[in-house]
């Protein structure tokens, strides 16, 4: 254990910090999914420019071109945390199929998506999961027919986040109706404006509608527009949610919401005392830091098995089921802690922290279904890092002839 | 920066491994407490031969002077093996305390014998409250009266270091005048622990040369502790996957089934973090002293949470085999609730744990004012 920075990670680390503080004022309102504004598309460029997001992916594409350093990202991270400055522009086309591209994407495809996205100037969406594809997402059959130079794609995807407003979707079709299941996906490629699609609003629990359907009706998309071989999306897209998993989770969150915790149970009374002077939500307080410093700390452990090569497996596997768990548990605690005034939502007059509170906690019950269920990542905690057998293979059910 | 163990840390969990698999098998273990609490001189003589006893002793006097960490790694190999020896007292909290306060003669006349391992030492230490029945000693002009309850250590002891209600840590000699040592019996018979009566017992003080001893002290004690339920849980987990991965029912390995599987990803996913914390805690024992009672705290705290429940669910996952004795998986769950209780309950650890970071204090103030608090 040697937590101290080497003099060249320590300048680096001085450089973030100088460059934070000089650029405050520049700072566009922290928001990384949906359409860029124009300030966050010029934050964007700038952090490109100094190498503090897209460090690692090549000059040609809009990246920065440095070299990979683990490091630096995690001193890159951990600077914007502390700061509570914006990071760069996140969502599915930057996080998840920008990698993907650049690993399995022809030079055309590279050259035509991954700068533009980087840039913000254009916007994906991720069309995998279906009414009856979720956790079995290799089930899935929203179809591409072969009609000569294109496909014909007809059926319905959900969870579809951002869809209302994205340039391009990338999605898993089914070519091969013939093949077994996870033999007959390919990776497409689509603009949003192409006729025969339809995106339908998808309100959720919280009230807003954080995602949306989208129906396909003779939808004609090139065959140059799959990612990889054709028939092999399934690969690809474990390429993509690798990626995806990686962010679920993420310790630095709980550490904010921690932070906002105490200041709320410091800042609020209950008959005139600090709810910090409630020994029951003080007690639930410290129970709780424990497992925000256990995550991080995973965190560092992760960092520094990547730096060795040698991520331990089991500690990789749990981050998006305790995280997702322990973030839900956070705001679990801060609506408690408010009682009545926890309850507060919407416009309400009283409302606390414009009822985040309210919103995450009903919020990260889609993040713990999403992404992998909890119950899913169970078994690959125990299938992957016990060693435990795989269910046995059941006869087929019977098909529930679109039934929900 | 490395957040991990060294090549020479792995290699020394992984030597001692296989010395207590030849050495302290569940068959030995079954037969040296057969007859209640024991200290394994046999075992003890084994790890001061690995140089393990003098982890922490400074080299002047014939010890390795390790970081925390190192005696930490031991103890939770201790742990995953549930073996008798009280390491905890004798080869963790008496070399820290002589080191920190005991006089150059002192040290001297004790330490070389901590590593050679001919010396054992009990230890009753208590720096947040915690005291039951009214138990504690008063020191006046180095004499001291009371009661002590649930020292650690062997039955061979021959010092006693405790802390007296002032704060101050004592030494004395086991044969002094007025020493009145009774056996308590816990349900972990891997562990001793002992009621101490003091009547006028002249003792030394351990005089630290600037700070405080006890709060270090008893944080050291309590990563220990966490760290020997980290190894005991994870023998536990690992006993039940290999349990689920042999038994069938039903014409299927029980592990196949879900609601086994999930049990045993559940009791991964609470324990694995825990290894992240306790490192960060061992580790901040000597790197980040100012937090260093918070994190022990928390790390005592919560792997008192988690062991219980890995305790409890690995012993599920067995069935009603795992409720036999034949099985000897009792050795660990009791082992676990031994570290749970001392040196601090987790509610207590938790309070501390607030209060060493200002929060509640009004509370606590008002409370006080109105008295009968703690």
């Known amino acids: 254990m040697d937590l101290a920075y080497s003099p060249e990670h320590k300048k680096f680390q001085e450089e973030v910090r100088d460059f934070l503080q000089q650029t405050q004022p520049q700072w566009p309102p922290s928001r990384t999914v949906g359409r860029a504004s124009p300030e966050a598309m010029r934050w964007q460029a700038l952090l490109i420019e100094r190498g503090y997001t897209a460090r690692s992916i090549p000059r040609e594409y809009g990246g920065h071109g440095g070299e990979p350093d683990l490091l630096k990202s995690h001193i890159i991270a951990e600077e914007f945390a502390r700061a509570g400055a914006p990071g760069g522009l996140a969502g599915q086309g930057i996080s998840m199929l920008v990698p993907t591209l650049l690993e399995l994407g022809t030079p055309e495809q590279k050259e035509r998506y991954v700068k533009p996205t980087l840039l913000g100037e254009m916007l994906w969406c991720q069309g995998y999961s279906e009414p009856g594809a979720g956790s079995d997402l290799a089930s899935l059959r929203t179809s591409a027919v072969d009609e000569g130079d294109d496909f014909l794609v007809n059926g319905q995807k959900i969870w579809t986040s951002t869809a209302h407003e994205a340039d391009m979707m990338f999605a898993l079709v089914r070519t091969e109706p013939d093949a077994p299941k996870h033999r007959g996906i390919s990776y497409l490629l689509l603009p949003m404006s192409t006729p025969g699609i339809e995106v339908r609003p998808l309100k959720t629990m919280t009230g807003h509608a954080e995602f949306n359907e989208v129906f396909f009706t003779d939808v004609r998309v090139p065959k140059s527009s799959i990612v990889g071989n054709r028939g092999e999306g399934w690969q690809v897209a474990n390429t993509t949610l690798k990626f995806e998993r990686g962010m679920l989770g993420d310790p630095n969150e709980a550490g904010r919401r921690f932070n906002d915790l105490v200041t709320l149970m410091q800042e609020e009374t209950l008959d005139g005392l600090s709810l910090m002077d409630n020994p029951l939500l003080r007690d639930s307080l410290v129970r709780l830091q424990a497992k925000v410093l256990a995550m991080q700390y995973n965190g560092m452990r992760l960092l520094s098995g990547e730096l060795r090569g040698e991520v331990p497996a089991i500690a990789r596997l749990i981050v998006k089921l305790q995280g997702c768990e322990l973030n839900h548990q956070l705001a679990a605690l801060a609506i408690d802690a408010l009682g009545e005034l926890g309850l507060l939502y919407d416009n309400s007059p009283r409302l606390r922290a414009e009822g985040a509170w309210q919103r995450k906690y009903m919020f990260d019950l889609g993040l713990i279904i999403g992404g992998g269920t909890a119950q899913i990542q169970k078994n690959i905690i125990a299938e992957r890092g016990l060693g435990m057998p795989r269910e046995p293979k059941l006869a087929a059910a019977p098909q529930s002839g679109g039934a929900r | ?374």
């Open chain 2, 1 to 374: 920066m490395d957040f991990g163990l060294s090549e020479q840390q792995l290699s020394m969990q992984e030597s001692l491994r296989r010395y207590l698999q030849q050495a302290a098998g569940l068959e030995h273990l079954r037969s040296v407490v057969a007859d209640g609490p024991v200290h394994d001189a046999t075992l003890w003589q084994g790890l001061a031969d690995m140089g393990l006893t003098g982890l922490l002793v400074p080299q002047a006097y014939g010890g390795l002077g390790l970081p925390l960490m190192d005696a930490v790694l031991v103890q939770e190999v201790l742990g995953e093996f549930a073996a008798p020896v009280c390491f905890t007292a004798s080869a963790i909290l008496a070399p820290l305390a002589l080191a920190l306060a005991g006089s150059d003669a002192q040290q001297e006349k004790w330490l070389p014998r901590l590593v050679d391992g001919s010396l054992q030492v009990a230890v009753c230490i208590t720096d947040a409250g915690g005291s039951r029945e009214d138990a504690g000693v008063t020191a006046v002009n180095d004499k001291l009266n009371g009661r002590l309850m649930f020292a650690l250590g062997a039955a061979s002891a021959e010092l006693l270091i405790c802390s007296c209600r002032e704060g101050d840590l004592y030494l004395v000699h086991r044969d002094a005048p007025g020493l009145e040592w009774t056996s308590m019996r816990s349900v972990d018979d891997t562990r001793c622990l002992w009621e101490i009566k003091l009547r006028e017992v002249a003792a030394e003080l351990l005089l630290p040369e600037a700070g405080d001893a006890l709060a270090p002290v008893s944080a050291a004690g309590r990563i220990a502790l966490a760290a020997d339920t980290l190894g005991a849980a994870q023998t536990m987990l690992d006993k039940a996957v290999a349990y689920s991965c042999e038994r069938q029912q039903f014409d299927r390995l029980i592990g196949s089934f879900q609601a086994v599987k999930h049990m045993c990803a559940e009791m991964a996913a609470e324990l694995e973090p825990c290894r992240a914390l306790l490192w960060y805690a061992a580790y901040a024992y000597d790197a980040v002293p100012d937090k260093r009672t918070l994190l022990a705290c928390h790390a005592k705290a919560h792997l008192g949470e988690v062991g219980t429940s890995i305790a409890r669910t690995a012993t599920e996952v067995h069935g009603g085999m795992g409720f036999t004795d034949l099985l000897g998986l009792h050795y660990w769950f009791k082992r676990i609730g031994f570290n749970r209780q001392v040196l601090g309950s987790p509610d207590r650890l938790r309070a501390q744990a607030a209060r060493v970071q200002g929060w509640g204090v009004q509370a606590d103030r008002l409370m006080e004012q109105g008295g009968g608090y703690r």
